[in-house]
């Protein structure tokens, strides 16, 4: 007599509409078989591609799931009852899943992703015989678009290693030119390359890692008033960016668009990775809905970078863009990693989305994009309204008139508001070093009778510390335009510039 | 494949509002009816591990609870609903992969918290696509 076998209503009709069948085996998977034997179009429904059990069909011996016994070796007997229960699964598409669905839309056949080439295999052999990866995964990424925002420091590794494991069409947004700057960290252009457009050296770079892909350059400062149709094309945005305009801008468009941004960030020795603007995850903005003060956190010309830390954290992005195509493993959504270079430590701090978040909260106050220069307190360097120009000639003097009012031998006391390390690099004769940090408690070392020129790299620094040598009741102070750089392009073009 | 697949005005709203309820998340439940037409619906728990934003799971004791509400309830199984919370209603990958033959598959889009689109879908007998039906001769 055989065993007896409890079907569920969506498989009986492949058992002429019965909800309970006979079949024999010593074991489940011997009952197993015998069954779709008997009703063979069960089999299908049962059993995957591979021959095994799929994930949402659960068998239970009488009441135990056989998960938790001994799986398809269980041992049956003849008074045991076996039921077939249905899990019921599903859910709204994931990044992979889109870029499947994109490429049966625009596949040459139907219901297939792109097919790879003998010389392809070769190639990507490595990656082929994982099964995190494998064909289909393969398959995926050559399907897959991704943009890089900026070929500079994190650009590079992030490029780099997606156009090597075969990313099918690689976007690049750039306008810059290689300086000689860049070379300490930004691995995609050399020496040679120095002076030609970041993406003409991108492009050679990448093609000569893969020529089986397509690489497309955007020449373009990205604005809200390209950016959604940049993105649009794409799959994965991967953010490079180096200031918070563009930042912002960056997670905005992606959370207009519901694309992923692989985010990552440096400065001096620590990082930043994350993924945001996903549909169940947290966007920039959760974390931070409004910028810091402009100024208060220095970029990485004025800060500095260690040039190996973009490697770093560029590849954290470039891993986290492929799991996302590939559907593998456990994104880093939700998740903020840290990375300190220095004391050689990751740390981890979980996000949530933020309900009352203005992008991508529940009722978004943001629904389009906005000016981001002026959202981060950024105002525009031209045109000056005329009240400000007048104030600004009774704080500034730029490097000329430094030279000419020096050369006439007026007593000036220049102040030098940049670190040590900085002063090491140039100077100007006679200025005396008082690091932005240390005027609060220096300040008194100064005459308030003198007129004193404050003076940094750029003009930013010094012009805090104007502000705050007024504030407590200098009157003569004027600030450098343009900084040290001014001074050097202007007046002493023999000193180093970095 | 019943074609129309009739489903009453109560069942209509009573899926709108669960999936308005679960949003941002994603809600799921039993269709019962008779054959061609739905006559009940019952709620289940989203027991998903992988972040019911975008997944959702009805786990064996649930499916069984649904097989004794829909006898209970004088009708039959006819399949599932879930919500698509801010994503069209039209099945993905991961449906596609996870579907059972016969079951009647109703998709509810929910965009910013209102449900919109309601689809309904069967998976083809050799497991490739899904097919779209017709909701009430639409």
Same mark, same amino acid.
């Given at each position: 007599?055989?065993?007896?076998?409890?079907?569920?209503?969506?498989?009986?009709?492949?058992?002429?509409?019965?909800?309970?069948?006979?079949?024999?085996?010593?074991?489940?998977?011997?009952?197993?078989?015998?069954?779709?034997?008997?009703?063979?179009?069960?089999?299908?429904?049962?059993?995957?591609?591979?021959?095994?059990?799929? /994930?949402?069909?659960?068998?239970?011996?009488?009441?135990?799931?056989?998960?938790?016994?001994?799986?398809?070796?269980?041992?049956?007997?003849? /008074?045991?009852?076996?039921?077939?229960?249905?899990?019921?699964?599903?859910?709204?598409?994931?990044?992979?899943?889109?870029?499947?669905?994109?490429?049966?839309?625009?596949?040459?056949?139907?219901?297939?992703?792109?097919?790879?080439?003998?010389?392809?295999?070769?190639?990507?052999?490595?990656?082929?015989?994982?099964?995190?990866?494998?064909?289909?995964?393969?398959?995926?990424?050559?399907? %897959?678009?991704?943009?890089?925002?900026?070929?500079?420091?994190?650009?590079?590794?992030?490029?780099?290693?997606?156009?090597?494991?075969?990313?099918?069409?690689?976007?690049?947004?750039?306008?810059?030119?290689?300086?000689?700057?860049?070379?300490?960290?930004?691995?995609?252009?050399?020496?040679?390359?120095?002076?030609?457009?970041?993406?003409?050296?991108?492009?050679?770079?990448?093609?000569?890692?893969?020529?089986?892909? /397509?690489?497309?350059?955007?020449?373009?400062?990205?604005?809200?008033?390209?950016?959604?149709?940049?993105?649009?094309?794409?799959?994965?945005?991967?953010?490079?960016?180096?200031?918070?305009?563009?930042?912002?801008?960056?997670?905005? %468009?992606?959370?207009?668009?519901?694309?992923?941004?692989?985010?990552?960030?440096?400065?001096?020795?620590?990082?930043?990775?994350?993924?945001?603007?996903?549909?169940?995850?947290?966007?920039?903005?959760?974390?931070?809905?409004?910028?810091?003060?402009?100024?208060?956190?220095?970029?990485?010309?004025?800060?500095?970078?260690?040039? =190996?830390?973009?490697?770093?954290?560029?590849?954290?992005?470039?891993?986290?863009?492929?799991?996302?195509?590939?559907?593998?493993?456990?994104?880093?959504?939700?998740?903020?990693?840290?990375?300190?270079?220095?004391?050689?430590?990751?740390?981890?701090?979980?996000?949530?989305?933020?309900?009352?978040?203005?992008?991508?909260?529940?009722?978004?106050?943001?629904?389009?994009?906005?000016?981001?220069?002026?959202?981060?307190?950024?105002?525009?360097?031209?045109?000056?309204?005329?009240?400000?120009?007048?104030?600004?000639?009774?704080?500034?003097?730029?490097?000329?008139?430094?030279?000419?009012?020096?050369?006439?031998?007026?007593?000036?006391?220049?102040?030098?508001?940049?670190?040590?390390?900085?002063?090491?690099?140039?100077?100007?004769?006679?200025?005396?070093?008082?690091?932005?940090?240390? =005027?609060?408690?220096?300040?008194?070392?100064?005459?308030?009778?003198?007129?004193?020129?404050?003076?940094?790299?750029?003009?930013?620094?010094?012009?805090?510390?104007?502000?705050?040598?007024?504030? =407590?009741?200098?009157?003569?102070?004027?600030?450098?335009?343009?900084?040290?750089?001014?001074?050097?392009?202007?007046?002493?073009? /023999?000193?180093?510039?970095? | 494949?019943?074609?129309?697949? $009739?489903?009453?005005?109560?069942?209509?709203?009573?899926?709108?509002?669960?999936?308005?309820?679960?949003?941002?998340?994603?809600?799921?439940?039993?269709?019962?009816?008779?054959?061609?037409?739905?006559?009940?619906?019952?709620?289940?728990?989203?027991?998903?591990?992988?972040?019911?934003?975008?997944?959702?799971?009805?786990?064996?004791?649930?499916?069984?609870?649904?097989?004794?509400?829909?006898?209970?309830?004088?009708?039959?199984?006819?399949?599932?609903?879930?919500?698509?919370?801010?994503?069209?209603?039209?099945?993905?990958?991961?449906?596609?992969?996870?579907?059972?033959?016969?079951?009647?598959? $109703? $998709?509810?889009?929910?965009?910013?918290?209102?449900?919109?689109?309601?689809?309904?879908?069967?998976?083809?007998?050799?497991?490739?696509?899904?097919?779209?039906?017709?909701?009430?001769?639409?």
């Amino acid at each position: 007599m055989g065993t007896r076998i409890l079907i569920p209503t969506p498989l009986r009709p492949y058992t002429d509409k019965k909800d309970a069948v006979e079949a024999d085996g010593k074991t489940v998977g011997e009952l197993l078989a015998d069954l779709t034997t008997k009703h063979a179009g069960l089999k299908a429904h049962l059993y995957n591609d591979q021959g095994k059990l799929r /994930s949402f069909v659960n068998i239970y011996v009488n009441d135990e799931d056989i998960r938790y016994l001994q799986k398809e070796q269980t041992p049956i007997n003849a /008074s045991d009852t076996v039921s077939i229960i249905p899990s019921v699964a599903g859910g709204a598409p994931t990044t992979a899943d889109a870029i499947a669905e994109r490429a049966r839309l625009h596949g040459a056949r139907a219901d297939e992703l792109p097919s790879l080439t003998n010389d392809e295999i070769k190639r990507y052999s490595r990656h082929l015989i994982m099964p995190e990866v494998g064909m289909d995964g393969q398959r995926r990424l050559k399907a %897959a678009k991704v943009l890089c925002i900026g070929a500079g420091g994190l650009g590079s590794p992030v490029a780099m290693y997606l156009a090597a494991a075969g990313v099918g069409t690689l976007g690049i947004v750039d306008f810059d030119v290689v300086d000689f700057s860049n070379l300490q960290r930004q691995i995609l252009h050399g020496t040679p390359d120095v002076g030609r457009p970041k993406l003409a050296s991108a492009k050679d770079r990448l093609e000569a890692i893969n020529p089986e892909i /397509s690489i497309v350059t955007h020449n373009a400062a990205l604005s809200s008033e390209n950016a959604l149709d940049l993105f649009a094309p794409y799959d994965i945005i991967v953010d490079g960016t180096d200031n918070f305009p563009t930042r912002y801008l960056v997670n905005d %468009a992606c959370v207009i668009l519901g694309k992923p941004n692989a985010y990552g960030s440096i400065f001096r020795f620590e990082g930043q990775a994350s993924v945001f603007a996903t549909k169940d995850g947290p966007c920039y903005r959760c974390l931070y809905p409004e910028p810091p003060p402009p100024g208060l956190v220095p970029s990485c010309a004025e800060g500095g970078v260690l040039g =190996v830390l973009p490697g770093v954290v560029g590849c954290i992005q470039a891993t986290e863009t492929i799991k996302l195509i590939i559907g593998a493993g456990e994104p880093l959504i939700g998740r903020f990693l840290i990375f300190d270079a220095l004391r050689m430590k990751f740390r981890e701090l979980k996000l949530r989305k933020d309900p009352d978040c203005p992008v991508c909260g529940t009722h978004p106050t943001v629904t389009k994009l906005i000016d981001y220069e002026q959202f981060c307190g950024i105002h525009p360097a031209e045109p000056e309204p005329v009240t400000v120009k007048s104030v600004n000639d009774a704080t500034e003097i730029t490097a000329v008139e430094l030279k000419q009012r020096l050369d006439r031998g007026d007593a000036l006391k220049i102040v030098d508001v940049r670190e040590p390390n900085e002063y090491q690099i140039n100077r100007i004769a006679g200025s005396t070093l008082i690091p932005l940090g240390d =005027v609060p408690k220096r300040y008194n070392e100064l005459d308030p009778a003198d007129e004193i020129v404050v003076q940094c790299k750029s003009g930013v620094r010094s012009g805090k510390a104007a502000d705050f040598l007024r504030s =407590v009741g200098f009157t003569r102070v004027l600030n450098l335009k343009g900084g040290i750089i001014d001074w050097i392009d202007k007046v002493d073009p /023999s000193q180093p510039k970095y | 494949m019943p074609d129309p697949l $009739i489903v009453d005005q109560e069942v209509d709203r009573a899926i709108r509002r669960h999936g308005e309820e679960t949003y941002p998340h994603e809600c799921c439940g039993a269709l019962v009816g008779d054959g061609r037409r739905v006559t009940a619906v019952v709620a289940l728990p989203n027991t998903t591990e992988e972040g019911p934003r975008r997944r959702f799971l009805v786990r064996p004791s649930d499916y069984q609870l649904a097989e004794r509400r829909a006898t209970e309830l004088g009708g039959e199984l006819l399949g599932f609903y879930h919500s698509h919370p801010d994503h069209p209603a039209r099945p993905s990958q991961f449906d596609l992969d996870h579907a059972w033959p016969t079951f009647a598959y $109703i $998709i509810v889009a929910v965009a910013a918290g209102q449900a919109g689109d309601m689809t309904l879908w069967w998976l083809r007998e050799d497991r490739s696509t899904f097919e779209e039906g017709r909701l009430n001769g639409n």
